[in-house]
């Protein structure tokens, strides 16, 4: 019996992840939907059906690998398959790097790098086997190409999240297999992701202290967004089918990463030519 193409989306109950599994069932993919959250869930797959699209909604946190494996036991279960996988499912705290709570550490690296890490290992694997073309992609952030204070819990892990596609990538080009894979870095854009405590486990302990500048500074940087969600997601799906690896949906990414590599290659400059004798 042939199936549609399969999409998996993590954090598929709210803002960008949502809009990305709207975006591959208008593609006329079956969609496999995670998060923690039940009830945006469950408002996420009422759309998925007003649209007819093949669903499957799962609970599942990303941060316990044991979860994220019975996620893919389950994908294949049903389908067999899975075309498109989007770790995307992420959380943010804010705050000076010295005063984030070994807890804040703890879970923003536990969903943000290691939710991708599972998905990775517990859905690469299965791909490769069934050895049809398919796509990965992992959600890091313009923050993962270009640092502001505030940010170093969050920053790291996206930093992380890039680092490790990259890697990722490499990997897969190096044994030939024909999965590509895209990092998606967006700039602010308002979600619900300034509303992540909603999703702290209790048993993790204290966050740090957020100064009111910096989640004023956020709120007035998603406001000013020129793009939403769903741009986000059409942008994506257009990097995947031109198998471009960088997604920066945002035009004034560029110049934060221009200007962190440009100081990168001045102090490189300052050392090996400035100071030559
Ligand atoms: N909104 C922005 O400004 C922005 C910018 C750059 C990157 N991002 C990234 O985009 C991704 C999506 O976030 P968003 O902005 O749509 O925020 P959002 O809060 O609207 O959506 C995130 C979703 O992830 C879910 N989630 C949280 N913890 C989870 C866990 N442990 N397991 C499974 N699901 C979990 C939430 O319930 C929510 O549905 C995140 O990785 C975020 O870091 C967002």
Redesign the pocket.
Known sequence: MSHPPVAVV?????????ELALACAQEGMAVVI????PA??AQTQALLDELGAPCLARL?????AQEVEALATATWDRWGRVDWLFN?????VLGRAWEATEADWHWTL???LL?VVHGVRSFVPRMLGAGRAAHVVN?????GLASVAGSSV?AAS?HAVVGFSECLAKDLEGIGAPIGVSV?????????????A??RPPDLGLTGPTLAVLEER?RA??AA?PIG?SDVARLTLEAIRSRRFYVLPHAHTATSVAQRVERILADHRHIHQENQP
């Open positions: 993590t954090g598929a109950g709210s803002g960008i992840g949502r995670a998060d923690v959250e945006p869930l599942c946190d990303v941060s316990k995307n499912a992420g959380v943010a536990g969903v943000n939710g959600t890091a952030s313009a923050a969050y996206k998606l870095c967006p700039s602010l854009l308002p979600t619900g992701i300034q509303a992540s909603r999703n956020v940087g998603m967004s969600a």
